[in-house]
């Protein structure tokens, strides 16, 4: 596609149900980035792709977020159990490789948890 | 470990005045510096990036910023503000032995008064 595209753009969740997050990169991207943006904590990295495998991991808040990347293409962030705190935009980013200072970056998925 | 420190969540200026704002950073190594903008409901837009070539980098819409090693700075201005240039700005710092993921500041908003 033209651009990183974020699926859905909203989304509303119980507190406690299971969420999917879905995030389409720039075709020939190899490296895949996911962030969250929220109030108090501002921007934070989250996990980084290269290809399918994720050498960084660090950002993970807890063991109840996932993700994984399959085909080297479309990325799933999965919350588990979801908690009011995990209320956030989350914003998927991809650049050419892992050495392309330049990573583009999509509209996000605001996640409200009631 | 990096960090970035931008200095005033909130900054007015009237239109055509000058558009300062500061991003000052911390880095073990060599840090690559961005500054991005973010509009209402919308991702993040690369204006401009340092990457240890010309200290002095010109970005889109008009705006630069210039990387000082010796204030550990990178500050970004606008000589003269336009009402379009109200947005967030976030600047951010990277380095490839973190996988080049990015560390943001806390984001300054721009108010641009008529």
């Known amino acids: 596609g033209a651009g990183v595209s974020q699926s859905p753009s909203n989304k509303v969740t119980e507190k406690g149900k299971d969420v999917e997050l879905r995030c389409d990169p720039i075709?020939?991207?190899?490296?895949l980035y996911w962030y969250r943006q929220s109030l108090g904590q501002g921007l934070e990295f989250l996990i980084y792709?290269?290809?399918?495998?994720?050498?960084?991991k660090s950002g993970l808040p807890s063991d109840r977020f996932s993700a994984e990347r399959t085909g080297g293409s479309v990325s799933t962030l999965t919350i588990q159990r979801t908690q009011q705190e995990d209320s956030a935009v989350y914003l998927c980013?991809?650049?050419?490789?892992?050495?392309?200072?330049?990573?583009?970056f999509g509209q996000g998925t605001r996640l409200t948890v009631v | 470990a990096q960090s970035v420190t931008q200095l005033g969540s909130h900054v007015s200026v009237s239109e055509g005045a000058l558009v300062l704002l500061r991003c000052n950073y911390s880095s073990s190594v060599p840090p690559y510096l961005f500054w991005y903008v973010q509009y209402p409901n919308q991702g993040l837009q690369l204006l401009l990036k340092y990457t240890s070539a010309a200290t002095l980098v010109k970005g889109i819409n008009g705006f630069e910023a210039e990387f000082k090693k010796s204030e550990t700075s990178f500050h970004l201005t606008k000589p003269s503000a336009h009402m379009s240039d109200a947005a967030e700005y976030f600047c951010a710092v990277s380095h490839m032995d973190s996988s080049y993921k990015l560390i943001f500041g806390s984001g300054t908003r721009l108010l641009v008064r008529p």
């Open positions: 792709f290269q290809g399918n495998s994720a050498p960084d």
């Open positions: 075709s020939g991207h190899t490296a």
């Open positions: 980013a991809s650049s050419l490789h892992s050495s392309d200072t330049e990573a583009f």
